[in-house]
């Protein structure tokens, strides 16, 4: 068995108590790792580490320039090791060998975007409307980050917390989700090489109770960053009650894909295919909530199903497996029970619902897809997290806007429209904070990602994110000889 420890002020440490879990290979249900789980102790040790490196330790001295030429190590180092890195998160979240590898050499960019920023982050003159004063502002960083991430593309999720807050200075406490840790353990090795002073990212797991916890409310965050489920960020939003710790809230969606009758019907499936079905559904993006034009809406339904008929299923670390398992047991439970439940409201189940036919082992569902009469049925209002599609028609396009916003999400959106006016008015009604027209799923370090309404607020990626870590100083001088009046003395 694999076993892993902490990473706290540059050294490997086992949770304080001694107390550990243990983490399973989803595909095959074996357990393999071994990880301590922290105690509030630990979590105080790590965020003590973290502000010292802060205020007492080189980093909060090095310039912008140092401090972007180690995160340039880092990502040259994540870029070299990026196979072993996706084959580690791949036994432990049973995702694609193909995708944590291919996600994980493109984490580097999300680095080397980042240290390129380190030092671009500038002040500004104010055209004050004082006489004899000279003010400016400067940005700095905001503090400790806790940086708080679910399992299902952990290396990814944390490089686009990590990345804007070293560029602008701040130090991280990482907890890696209790499910499919040990990607983040590798990680930390990898950080180690890479020379950063101790305590400026240190890395811990444990469970929300008392780690989590513990992490965000702690008198000495300064910052939290999140991607989770809604329930879980309406307890943060509670824990930052106690610090007040700026918050950055990356949740689920319900995201709609529109397929107008004008759209090229390969690429609008294509879409419909790697919204739903990439990455087993589990993705914060999913476009699973399908809306397709009357005209066009039996012919691609009927070759969506055709496609997920043809999608293989199997061991995640074969090159020709396009759908591994689901990351954990209760995962599965849920989507059975709510496939069930949409049935029994009236939805019609076109594919799948069941486990794949010769798995016995592993947490495989297949994709499967349900044509729905209306929104108000279990898979249309909830997030599944995994390869559930439901579909539903309408007519014009007023209708279709309409339905696609009528949800509490607003993370992702898909259009598939082959007109151009129709896909500048579409998109401007849409509420959401990513818009995919003619493609759909596509990232990148450059382009801002978050949500409206219950899929969170700030943004991770691009310049919005870098400005999301820091903080604005106005410093106001006396430009005059005189000494500051009296200011009981109207002039
Ligand atoms: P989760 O909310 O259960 O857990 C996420 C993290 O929060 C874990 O590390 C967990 O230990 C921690 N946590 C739990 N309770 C806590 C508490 N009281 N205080 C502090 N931390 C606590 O989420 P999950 O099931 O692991 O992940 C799936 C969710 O993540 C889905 O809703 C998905 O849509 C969302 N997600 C969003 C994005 C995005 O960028 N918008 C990306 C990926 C996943």
């Not at 797991?205 to 489920?229: I, K, M, N, Q, Y």
């Not at 959401?432 to 799923?441: D, E, F, P, Q, V």
């Not at 382009?447 to 700030?458: D, E, M, T, V």
């Amino acid at each position: 068995m694999q076993k892993y420890q902490h990473y706290i002020n540059g050294e490997w440490s086992d949770a304080s108590d001694g107390g550990t879990f243990q983490t399973l290979n989803p595909a095959s249900e074996e357990i393999w790792a071994e990880v301590p789980a922290a105690t509030e102790d630990d979590v105080n040790r790590a965020v003590a580490a973290a502000n010292a490196a802060l205020f007492d330790g080189p980093w909060g001295t090095m310039t912008a320039t140092q401090r972007g030429k180690i995160m340039r190590k880092l990502a040259e180092l994540v870029a070299a090791k990026a196979g072993d890195l996706g084959e580690v998160e791949t036994r432990d979240s049973g995702k694609l060998l193909k995708e944590t590898q291919g996600q994980t050499g493109y984490v580097a960019d999300y680095y080397n975007y980042f240290a390129g920023l380190a030092d671009k982050i500038e002040g500004a003159t104010l055209p004050i409307d004082k006489p004899d004063m000279h003010v400016f502002t400067t940005r700095g960083p905001i503090g400790v980050v806790a940086a708080v991430v679910p399992w299902n593309a952990q290396m990814f999720l944390t490089a686009t917390k990590l990345g804007p807050a070293l560029a602008a200075g701040n130090t991280v406490v990482l907890k890696a989700s209790e499910d499919a840790p040990t990607p983040m353990f590798e990680f930390a090795k990898i950080v180690d090489e890479a020379g950063f002073p101790p305590g400026v990212i240190n890395v811990i797991t444990g469970f929300g109770e008392p780690c989590g916890r513990a992490l965000t409310s702690h008198a000495d965050v300064h910052r939290v960053a999140f991607t989770g489920g809604p329930e879980t960020a309406s307890r943060i939003i509670a824990n930052t009650a106690h610090n007040y710790a700026v918050t950055s809230l990356e949740l689920g969606g319900k995201s709609p894909i529109l397929v107008f009758d004008d759209a090229d019907i390969e690429g609008a499936v294509n879409g419909i295919i790697a919204g739903n079905f990439g990455a087993s559904g589990q993705s914060c993006v999913a476009g699973s909530r399908v809306f397709i034009q009357d005209g066009i809406y039996d012919q691609v339904l009927a070759k969506v199903v055709e496609r997920a008929g043809q999608i293989i299923i199997g061991d995640p670390m074969e090159e020709a497996t396009q759908m591994g398992p689901l990351a954990t047991k209760a995962q599965v439970d849920r989507i059975v029970a709510a496939v069930a439940k949409t049935t029994d409201q009236g939805g019609e189940l076109c594919h799948g619902g069941k486990r794949p036919d010769g798995f016995e082992k592993g947490y495989y569902y297949e994709p499967t897809i349900l044509a729905c009469p209306h929104q108000d049925v279990e898979t249309v209002q909830n997030e599944m997290f995994g390869p559930v599609l439901s579909a539903m028609k309408f007519s014009e396009e007023e209708e279709g806007i309409a339905m696609a916003n009528n949800t509490k999400f607003g993370l992702g959106a898909g259009l598939f429209t082959e007109k151009l006016a129709r896909a500048h008015r579409v998109s401007s009604k849409i509420r959401a904070g990513i818009l995919w027209i003619n493609t759909y799923r596509a990232v990148s370090p450059i382009a801002p990602f978050g949500g409206f309404g219950h899929s969170g607020y700030g943004r991770e990626a691009g310049i919005d994110a870098l400005m999301d870590y820091t903080r604005t100083k106005t410093v106001w001088i006396n430009t005059s000889d005189q000494p500051m009046a009296n200011p009981f003395v109207m002039r």
